[in-house]
């Protein structure tokens, strides 16, 4: 069975919107198999860019990890600002690099609280090709897996969260958030291997990819005791233990 939708598929706008369409239909089906948060969880950030979280239980000492930031880091900013939280927030796109230069002149806390790394997540460390989005007057999300099948691409290091945690000192994450074009699955899949304690884990399973894939992955979470606790379209808010 295919992991991934073959570029064919990728091109073909029609199909693409016609396959974006059914997925409600599957995540109604699975927000049946939902448990309970065990905490109050609130969302955080701007409409585009915002994401449930934990508001009873996060402290300041919490280790955040958070993988693509675009144009968009009010949530991160959000975290930081409520909780005194550092948050370690990795993107090597140049306009996500230049967007948190931005806001580090307009908002402190992102001076105090935020460790930025201009690099993808990966499943190891290596460098890969970034593929352009298609855009309509905005820049879009650039991606490794190429999901909207194009050609235009640049060169970007990647690392695995497990160097990176080496590197930082951390031996445990309280929330790891992902929006990283279609990366999740291998990100996600590196740490369940590891294994790296992760307390919670919020993950935008990026379209079009076959609702299998993704369901064998929640698949996965499960048998490492990871519970499903929220859907949000396509954001994903899953808790450990």
Request: proline share 6%.
């Amino acid at each position: 069975m295919l992991e991934y939708f073959p570029e064919g598929f990728l091109k073909n706008r029609l199909m693409n919107k016609g396959y974006r369409v059914m997925g409600p239909v599957w995540q109604s089906w699975l927000r049946r198999s939902m448990s309970a948060p065990g905490t109050r969880l609130e969302r955080l950030g701007s409409d585009y860019g915002g994401w449930y979280f934990p508001v009873d239980v996060a402290r300041p000492d919490w280790i955040i990890y958070s993988g693509g930031v675009g144009q968009d880091s009010s949530f991160d900013e959000a975290v930081m600002e409520r909780f005194g939280c550092t948050v370690h927030m990795f993107d090597p796109t140049p306009h996500a690099i230049e967007h948190v230069e931005a806001r580090k002149a307009l908002n402190a806390a992102l001076t105090k609280h935020a460790v930025f790394k201009p690099v993808g997540l990966w499943r190891e460390n290596t460098t890969l090709k970034f593929f352009a989005p298609r855009t309509n007057g905005w820049v879009g999300s650039f991606s490794v897996r190429n999901l909207q099948g194009m050609e235009d691409y640049f060169d970007a290091p990647c690392r695995s969260i497990p160097s990176l945690m080496q590197e930082l000192g951390h031996d445990r994450i309280d929330f790891l958030k992902l929006d990283i074009e279609g990366a999740e699955y291998d990100v996600i899949r590196s740490c369940l291997r590891a294994p790296i304690p992760i307390a919670w884990i919020a993950v935008e399973f990026d379209q079009p990819v076959p609702v299998w894939t993704t369901q064998a992955l929640i698949g996965e979470l499960r048998e490492r005791d990871y519970s499903l606790v929220h859907v949000d379209r396509w954001n994903f808010l899953f808790r450990h233990g």
